[in-house]
């Protein structure tokens, strides 16, 4: 029986999916063990986008939490969706190089390298970038659907890619676009013009068609798979890994995955979700309309909230059908992000405003100005990037100076020649005020689910606003537990 690789997603696009990043590092913590023990080839654990949600939000240390899964785990390569490091607006090469040393640091092995235009020379800088770190880079091939986005495109594209000699090529589908039928086209072209270079596949189940596509990229060739662990799994997240394996087995193949270790962690995870309330994924129903519109399920939350603000959420199919318009004058930009949430933004604006590209977001204008990479000047509706460009802030914005600055001189900049690259890092990306509230939380602590069933009996009767004594009593034992009242 041949052999099928898993990659496990888990720690971070499927919490980023599923639970909008609120995933702490002590829910994660105590079962990194079992999911480091089960057989996968990564553990995708870490995207940028992580850095502010754990340093505002969570008031986590976020590259302490690698440092913290490595230690607990250490036998399973760690891995980085290093994506576009959308997170460096300016693109700061001297950052982006700290950054994946500071990553080495803390323990990742193997990073995914996006461009949101698939653009070769952009691959060619941010993977070089992780390789001086050590770090392995496996270069994102974006999938998406187009007039542009044909076969050829991505016969080009992966002849592109393999020139940088990378560690894999991953055909990465963050939409959910993939359906059997171009899977079953795709990938044999892929993996003709990769020659020895694996390919594995990341597809979301949003369309409802992730499972399938997974098998079907198998049943063509492709040896290493993208899952996460329910309730993690399916929704706008990725397929479930018992699902995949289970049928992967019946195809005749074999896994190499301990899924009955991984029990434990679904269980885990599920009380985590019924406690905190956060969502259990389930299986997406079949959605055609994804395919036309193809604004990611996160996006879609956005401007639903975009439109309530101003009394017009009755207007998001509206938005949905301006959204398709604005990507076409764009010149057909792959939906991911950050072009998927300046498409949908301004399509939004569009509606609301009453006049097409009548109000611009200044996103809009540095697109249009080039900012954010693509043959703009050929690819957007010259009528439209005429109109966009036609106005006093965009002369503001066509001064938004490029240049690189060495580390010395951001350094002096933020004043900060005395701090490490890690909190150099933070300091570049974050305010000072944020940083410090995240150090006087201390560290992580353990979130525990399976506890004592007095301990757990307790934990539960206390949540009820409706009581403020509790008493448990057996033979030689009584305990009184009861709330202050305000003085």
Same mark, same amino acid.
């Given at each position: 029986?041949?052999?099928?690789?898993?990659?496990?997603? %888990?720690?971070?696009?499927?919490?980023?999916?599923?639970? #909008?990043?609120?995933?702490?590092?002590?829910?994660?913590?105590?079962?990194?063990?079992?999911?480091?023990?089960?057989?996968?080839?990564?553990?995708?654990?870490?995207?940028?986008?992580?850095? @502010?949600?754990?340093?505002?939000?969570?008031?986590?240390?976020?590259?302490?939490?690698?440092?913290?899964?490595?230690?607990?785990?250490?036998?399973?390569?760690?891995?980085?969706?290093?994506?576009?490091?959308?997170?460096?607006? !300016?693109?700061?090469?001297?950052?982006?190089?700290?950054?994946?040393?500071?990553?080495?640091?803390?323990?990742?092995?193997?990073?995914?390298?996006?461009?949101?235009?698939?653009?070769?020379?952009?691959?060619?800088?941010?993977?070089?970038?992780?390789?001086?770190?050590?770090?392995?880079?496996?270069?994102?091939?974006?999938?998406?659907?187009?007039?542009?986005?044909?076969?050829?495109?991505?016969?080009?594209?992966?002849?592109?890619?393999?020139?940088?000699?990378?560690?894999?090529?991953?055909?990465?589908?963050?939409?959910?676009?993939? !359906?059997?039928?171009?899977?079953?086209?795709?990938?044999?072209?892929?993996?003709?013009?990769?020659?020895?270079?694996?390919?594995?596949?990341?597809?979301?189940?949003?369309? @409802?068609?992730? $499972?399938?596509?997974?098998?079907?990229?198998?049943?063509?060739?492709?040896?290493?798979?993208?899952?996460?662990?329910?309730?993690?799994?399916? +929704?706008?997240?990725?397929?479930?890994?018992?699902?995949?394996?289970?049928?992967?087995?019946?195809? @005749?193949?074999?896994?190499?995955?301990?899924?009955?270790?991984?029990?434990?962690?679904?269980?885990?995870? %599920?009380?985590?979700?019924?406690?905190?309330?956060?969502?259990?994924?389930?299986?997406?129903?079949?959605?055609?309309?994804?395919?036309?519109?193809?604004?990611?399920?996160?996006?879609?939350?956005?401007?639903?909230?975009?439109?309530?603000?101003?009394?017009?959420?009755?207007?998001?199919?509206?938005?949905?059908?301006?959204?398709?318009?604005?990507?076409?004058?764009?010149?057909?930009?792959?939906?991911?992000?950050?072009?998927?949430?300046?498409?949908?933004?301004?399509?939004?604006?569009?509606?609301?405003?009453?006049?097409?590209?009548?109000?611009?977001?200044?996103? !809009?204008?540095?697109?249009?100005?080039?900012?954010?990479?693509?043959?703009?000047?050929?690819?957007?509706?010259?009528?439209?990037?005429?109109?966009?460009? +036609?106005?006093?802030? #965009?002369?503001?914005?066509?001064?938004?100076?490029?240049?690189?600055?060495?580390?010395?001189?951001?350094?002096?900049?933020?004043?900060?020649?005395?701090?490490?690259?890690?909190?150099?890092?933070?300091?570049?990306?974050?305010?000072?005020?944020?940083?410090?509230?995240?150090?006087?939380?201390?560290?992580?602590?353990?979130?525990?689910?399976?506890?004592?069933?007095?301990?757990?009996?307790?934990?539960?009767?206390?949540?009820?606003?409706?009581?403020? !004594?509790?008493?448990?009593?057996? $033979? @030689?034992?009584?305990? %009184?537990?009861?709330?202050?009242?305000? +003085?």
């Amino acid at each position: 029986m041949e052999r099928i690789e898993f990659v496990d997603v %888990t720690l971070r696009d499927g919490h980023q999916s599923m639970w #909008a990043e609120r995933m702490t590092t002590g829910m994660m913590l105590p079962v990194i063990q079992r999911i480091d023990g089960a057989g996968f080839r990564a553990l995708e654990v870490f995207s940028p986008s992580f850095i @502010g949600k754990c340093v505002r939000d969570l008031r986590e240390n976020p590259i302490e939490r690698i440092r913290l899964l490595a230690a607990r785990g250490g036998r399973t390569p760690l891995r980085v969706n290093g994506g576009g490091l959308n997170l460096f607006s !300016t693109d700061q090469l001297a950052m982006v190089e700290a950054f994946w040393r500071v990553m080495a640091a803390a323990g990742i092995r193997e990073t995914r390298v996006s461009d949101s235009w698939n653009d070769p020379k952009v691959w060619k800088r941010r993977a070089g970038a992780a390789v001086a770190a050590g770090v392995r880079p496996i270069i994102n091939i974006t999938y998406s659907i187009s007039p542009r986005h044909t076969d050829e495109y991505y016969i080009h594209r992966t002849r592109e890619a393999v020139k940088l000699k990378p560690f894999r090529i991953c055909l990465k589908d963050p939409g959910g676009l993939l !359906t059997p039928e171009r899977t079953r086209a795709l990938v044999p072209l892929m993996m003709a013009n990769a020659k020895a270079t694996p390919i594995e596949i990341h597809t979301h189940c949003s369309t @409802g068609l992730g $499972p399938l596509c997974v098998l079907e990229a198998v049943q063509q060739g492709i040896r290493i798979v993208n899952t996460s662990i329910p309730p993690l799994a399916d +929704d706008s997240s990725l397929p479930s890994v018992f699902n995949v394996a289970a049928n992967l087995r019946a195809l @005749g193949y074999a896994t190499g995955i301990d899924e009955e270790s991984l029990r434990p962690v679904e269980r885990h995870f %599920t009380t985590i979700a019924r406690r905190e309330g956060f969502p259990i994924g389930k299986p997406a129903p079949y959605d055609y309309s994804q395919y036309v519109h193809q604004v990611p399920g996160g996006m879609i939350s956005n401007l639903r909230n975009q439109l309530q603000e101003v009394g017009a959420e009755d207007r998001v199919p509206a938005a949905l059908e301006e959204a398709v318009r604005v990507r076409a004058e764009f010149g057909y930009p792959i939906m991911v992000t950050p072009l998927s949430q300046y498409v949908g933004s301004q399509a939004a604006l569009n509606v609301i405003a009453g006049g097409r590209y009548e109000q611009v977001t200044d996103q !809009t204008i540095r697109y249009a100005l080039g900012h954010f990479g693509g043959d703009v000047q050929n690819l957007m509706d010259p009528e439209v990037r005429a109109k966009v460009l +036609d106005r006093p802030r #965009a002369r503001d914005l066509a001064k938004f100076d490029h240049a690189q600055l060495s580390l010395a001189q951001i350094r002096r900049d933020l004043d900060a020649f005395a701090l490490s690259e890690e909190e150099l890092l933070l300091r570049f990306l974050l305010r000072t005020e944020d940083i410090d509230r995240m150090r006087a939380a201390g560290p992580a602590r353990e979130y525990i689910t399976e506890t004592n069933p007095l301990v757990s009996l307790v934990e539960e009767l206390s949540k009820r606003a409706s009581r403020n !004594t509790i008493r448990i009593s057996k $033979p @030689g034992f009584n305990l %009184t537990l009861g709330q202050r009242s305000p +003085d």
